[in-house]
């Protein structure tokens, strides 16, 4: 339902009649829908693949259930661990997570730093699995082309486009942890490796939501559409209209892009490689939100993209970001960030009722962090220099490291003479 209508069905609902509307009457009806919580129209609710044309008496139990959260009721976050069976033993042949367990170790060891944060791999891991999904829309869907979560960023020259800058590296380990896996005669597709190594590096960014996680993706050997991603400097009317194509709404669109909280930007503006979106990178928190507001204080080293602060000022978006950033705001990013990247990791699959619940491979999350090195990571935020003692300091956070141990030298010593930010 459209704004508008919205408001004249509460108008006449209220008895009001609309002779007596005045302006600024929409503006207070949208304050109060916010208070109330989600209006329904911003929100993502559409089904999704196989799932639209099945009727419920054919759904899996997993089908149902994936059904359940894509429709705004189900939990799509989970708890659920086990004890894997040794690998090859006719116990873990047997299920089809098993193999996962051991894929994952070998993801976690990548993505866990040494301070605790998550690593620039885990970072990257997160962007991959939405630039593979994210070349799927409903538009380019009905003209029968390719795209979505089908590995094909991996294996195909998607991996060379300018909309995919920096993730190469992870490309590759994902194509090497195929080849290993494949190798040794594990059916495992590429498009599952992508998007399981989104909600592994998820959980490992310390207090990241634990997203149920699926397999059974199909690949496909041919490159998604090009142009279907995000550009930085795009209005916010444009990435509403772009992320709408993909059957994201405003909510989901605004808790997806909370996955900048954990990010250092490279290609945005080259001069200031290495800096965070927030003074927290590697962690999976709301600070993101306040800061790219501007609630909360912000570090000139922290690089805001336009793109965000576009999405926090919008009328569609602005709602959701201000609640985020509010008290209590992790759980309910949480909670929606799990169900957005649910959808997002399914577009353009077309078999989801096929698919196999595998949350119980994840690690267990973190929900509380506090880093022993803050006040020195809060003294480089403080500068802008960019010298190749800054880069040291940058390129500590990138691999997780903490600002400890030998790095502290750098900082109590040479980093009070970088060049304060005036
Ligand atoms: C409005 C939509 C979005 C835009 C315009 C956008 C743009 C960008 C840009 C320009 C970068 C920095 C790349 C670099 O210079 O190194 C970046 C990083 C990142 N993005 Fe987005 N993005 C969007 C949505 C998303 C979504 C939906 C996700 C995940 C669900 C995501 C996850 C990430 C992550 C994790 C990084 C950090 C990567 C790293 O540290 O290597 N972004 N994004």
Known sequence: MLWSNIIATCVVLA??????????MGEQMAEIM???????EFDSTEPLGDLITLPDSQLTPTGADIKKILTGQGTPQSTTTWTAPKLGSSACQKDTCCVWQYIVNDMVADFRGKSGRCTSWARRAVRLGFHDAGTWSKTTAAQGLPGGADGSLCSTDE?????????????QKVNGWYDNWTKKGYAVSRADIIQMGATVATVVCPLGPRIKSYVGRVD??????????????????ALIALFRDKTIGPHSL?????????SQQFFVNTTRAGDPQDSTPGVWDVLFYGQTLGTKPTPPRVFKFNSDIALSKHPQTA????????????????EDFAAGYIRLSLLGV????KLTECTKVLPGGTPSFTPNDQSNVDKWLKTADQSATAKKISNALHAGESLLGWLINLINGILGGLKKAT
């Open 15 to 24: 008895g009001v009649p609309s002779s007596l509307a005045y302006p600024g």
């Open 159 to 171: 991996i060379n486009r300018a909309d995919n800058n920096g993730l190469q590296d992870i490309c």
């Open 34 to 40: 916010r208070r109330q919580g989600d209006s329904g």
């Open 350 to 353: 077309n078999n989801i009722n």
């Open 220 to 237: 496909n050997a041919k490159a998604g559409p090009p142009n279907l991603l995000p550009g930085v400097d795009q209005s916010a009317d």
């Open 254 to 262: 605004t808790a997806l892009v909370g996955a900048h909280t954990t």
């Open 319 to 334: 709602p959701e970001w201000q609640k985020f950033a509010s008290a209590g705001g992790q759980q309910d990013w949480n």
